[in-house]
């Protein structure tokens, strides 16, 4: 930035107070549009425009959801190792002739009987299916993170890209309206002259057409900017670019050879940090644990159970008391000297009511406790088809962890390749920009002297500027580049 305004600064300090109608609007226009009022400029920095896009963006949002169910799943997975225990309870009715749930024989009275029962289960021993699982949602739930860094990492990385081209085309803009300024003073300078007789009109002419192509070129620089801006916002989930303003950091060319960079020592460095890397590796663990768990069903299951249960029914009788009526007597034989013998029996007859449910809860309470032994023998080759089909999904895995690495070294390789040929751009810019500086104060003072013609002054200012937008443009990809392989090695995106 500095290089660009020392280029035009003798022509920067020669404004004239008293500037155009056309200057001051297209001046006015960039200015609003750029958003620099006072009362409405939020100020926003690299870090800050990441940390917002961290926080909103739905992309990550929906990685964070994919995290919380495979840690749910760790969760579930872990519960399996408890028993299972269920718990039931039921009444009935029962009307007409039916079976009395109490005593199992049929009956014509209305009957109503409650059932209460807990029952459970635990596996001791399934083929280490249990173990392996657990073991297999740990590695997908520490994947899922990696995966969620990948996306921060990725959106982090569009973020430093919008904002440098946010700045680069700000750069650009002030360049363009550099070139408005030296244009208007030519301009006015040559609009003297054509009065004072010393020049002709088509010289005149030359420099008024230049100003309004001027002009175009800063509100198309405007408008690039206005797009680069809206990127930004859209990519932080802003409802609108109203007031949003970047903090322009001095953002210096490091002094370093890109060429100097070695692919194998990024790529090396990025093995240890991507998280791709990582999340792959845990992919490649968890289907080898998916293959072990398929294997699993071929061994025998045992399983301990237990149960206790109690019952309750209104035919259940007891007895509450006896009435007694009179004694019968009956005959019975002889004693040895002819005499009747009788029998006399009392007469007692007891007196029935309902069993309290108390007693009936503790009377009929039972108890079970078993183990229970499968032994799968055929089941239609699930259980060899389900190995197959882990063993190719574990060498998919593979495959895919192989293509990921390869995949990154191509990268790595491409990105070492950019950073050397922008380092050369950004270098061949300056020296022409030096360069056409040079030619370009010359030939504006054979200008003055009316030494060349306006076709060939203006041929060098056209030239100067489109090396001084080429130079920014080279700046700041060589930056990007930078950053891309700051990245690789897992630095920290900042200026």
């Given at each position: 930035m500095t290089r660009f305004m020392n280029s035009f600064g003798l022509i920067s300090s020669a404004i004239p107070q008293l500037m155009k109608p056309v200057i001051r609007f297209a001046l006015f226009f960039a200015i609003t549009l750029i958003g620099f009022s006072a009362n409405a400029q939020s100020t926003w920095t690299l870090q800050q425009c990441i940390d917002r896009a961290l926080q909103y963006n739905l992309q990550i949002r929906q990685s964070e959801l994919s995290e919380d169910l495979a840690k749910a799943q760790v969760e579930q997975s872990t519960a399996s190792f408890f028993p299972s225990i269920n718990g039931s309870a039921g009444q009935n009715y029962y009307f007409g002739r039916s079976i009395d749930p109490y005593t199992n024989s049929y009956t014509t009275q209305q009957v109503q009987s409650n059932s209460f029962s807990v029952s459970g289960s635990m596996p001791l021993f399934e083929g280490l299916q249990m173990q392996n699982t657990l073991k297999q949602s740990k590695l997908n739930y520490m994947s899922s993170q990696f995966d969620l860094k990948k996306i921060k990492n990725d959106i982090s990385l569009n973020v430093v890209s919008d904002y440098l081209s946010v700045l680069y085309n700000q750069e650009l803009m002030a360049v363009s309206s550099s070139q408005v300024d030296a244009s208007a003073i030519q301009r006015d300078k040559m609009k003297r002259m054509y009065e004072l007789g010393s020049v002709n009109k088509g010289n005149y002419l030359d420099m008024e057409s230049q100003l309004a192509t001027d002009q175009l070129r800063l509100i198309q620089s405007q408008s690039q900017f206005d797009q680069a801006v809206l990127s930004l916002t859209q990519l932080l989930e802003l409802d609108t670019v109203k007031g949003f303003v970047v903090q322009k950091p001095d953002v210096i060319v490091p002094a370093v050879d890109a060429a100097a960079f070695n692919t194998e020592v990024v790529y090396a460095s990025a093995l240890t940090n991507q998280p791709e890397i990582k999340s792959s590796e845990y992919k490649v663990a968890s289907a080898e644990k998916g293959l072990s768990i398929a294997k699993g069903y071929r061994y025998p299951r045992i399983n301990l159970s237990g149960s206790i249960s109690t019952s309750y029914s209104t035919s259940?009788?007891?007895?509450?008391?006896?009435?007694?009526?009179?004694?019968?007597?009956?005959f019975s034989g002889f004693t040895s000297?002819?005499?009747s013998v009788y029998l006399v029996s009392p007469n007692v007859t007891p007196v029935y009511g309902e069993t309290p449910f108390s007693k009936q809860f503790n009377d009929n309470l039972g108890k079970s406790v078993g183990i229970n032994l499968s032994l799968p023998i055929f089941n239609g080759w699930q259980t060899r088809t389900g190995v197959k089909r882990a063993r190719i999904n574990l060498e998919q895995t593979r495959?895919?962890?192989?293509l990921t690495k390869k995949t990154?070294?191509?990268?790595?390789?491409?990105?070492?390749?950019?950073?050397?040929?922008?380092?050369?751009?950004?270098e061949a810019g300056q020296r022409n920009v030096d360069a056409l500086t040079e030619s370009f104060n010359f030939n504006e003072?054979?200008?003055?002297?009316?030494?060349?013609?306006?076709?060939?002054?203006?041929?060098?200012?056209?030239n100067l500027a489109k090396a001084q937008a080429d130079l920014l443009q080279a700046k700041y990809e060589f930056i990007m580049r930078l950053k891309i392989l700051d990245f690789y090695q897992g630095k920290p995106l900042t200026f």
């Amino acid at each position: 930035m500095t290089r660009f305004m020392n280029s035009f600064g003798l022509i920067s300090s020669a404004i004239p107070q008293l500037m155009k109608p056309v200057i001051r609007f297209a001046l006015f226009f960039a200015i609003t549009l750029i958003g620099f009022s006072a009362n409405a400029q939020s100020t926003w920095t690299l870090q800050q425009c990441i940390d917002r896009a961290l926080q909103y963006n739905l992309q990550i949002r929906q990685s964070e959801l994919s995290e919380d169910l495979a840690k749910a799943q760790v969760e579930q997975s872990t519960a399996s190792f408890f028993p299972s225990i269920n718990g039931s309870a039921g009444q009935n009715y029962y009307f007409g002739r039916s079976i009395d749930p109490y005593t199992n024989s049929y009956t014509t009275q209305q009957v109503q009987s409650n059932s209460f029962s807990v029952s459970g289960s635990m596996p001791l021993f399934e083929g280490l299916q249990m173990q392996n699982t657990l073991k297999q949602s740990k590695l997908n739930y520490m994947s899922s993170q990696f995966d969620l860094k990948k996306i921060k990492n990725d959106i982090s990385l569009n973020v430093v890209s919008d904002y440098l081209s946010v700045l680069y085309n700000q750069e650009l803009m002030a360049v363009s309206s550099s070139q408005v300024d030296a244009s208007a003073i030519q301009r006015d300078k040559m609009k003297r002259m054509y009065e004072l007789g010393s020049v002709n009109k088509g010289n005149y002419l030359d420099m008024e057409s230049q100003l309004a192509t001027d002009q175009l070129r800063l509100i198309q620089s405007q408008s690039q900017f206005d797009q680069a801006v809206l990127s930004l916002t859209q990519l932080l989930e802003l409802d609108t670019v109203k007031g949003f303003v970047v903090q322009k950091p001095d953002v210096i060319v490091p002094a370093v050879d890109a060429a100097a960079f070695n692919t194998e020592v990024v790529y090396a460095s990025a093995l240890t940090n991507q998280p791709e890397i990582k999340s792959s590796e845990y992919k490649v663990a968890s289907a080898e644990k998916g293959l072990s768990i398929a294997k699993g069903y071929r061994y025998p299951r045992i399983n301990l159970s237990g149960s206790i249960s109690t019952s309750y029914s209104t035919s259940s009788k007891q007895i509450e008391s006896f009435t007694y009526g009179v004694p019968t007597s009956t005959f019975s034989g002889f004693t040895s000297g002819g005499d009747s013998v009788y029998l006399v029996s009392p007469n007692v007859t007891p007196v029935y009511g309902e069993t309290p449910f108390s007693k009936q809860f503790n009377d009929n309470l039972g108890k079970s406790v078993g183990i229970n032994l499968s032994l799968p023998i055929f089941n239609g080759w699930q259980t060899r088809t389900g190995v197959k089909r882990a063993r190719i999904n574990l060498e998919q895995t593979r495959l895919t962890h192989e293509l990921t690495k390869k995949t990154l070294y191509k990268s790595v390789q491409q990105a070492v390749a950019d950073a050397a040929a922008a380092q050369r751009k950004y270098e061949a810019g300056q020296r022409n920009v030096d360069a056409l500086t040079e030619s370009f104060n010359f030939n504006e003072q054979r200008l003055n002297l009316g030494l060349i013609s306006t076709y060939d002054y203006l041929q060098a200012k056209n030239n100067l500027a489109k090396a001084q937008a080429d130079l920014l443009q080279a700046k700041y990809e060589f930056i990007m580049r930078l950053k891309i392989l700051d990245f690789y090695q897992g630095k920290p995106l900042t200026f």
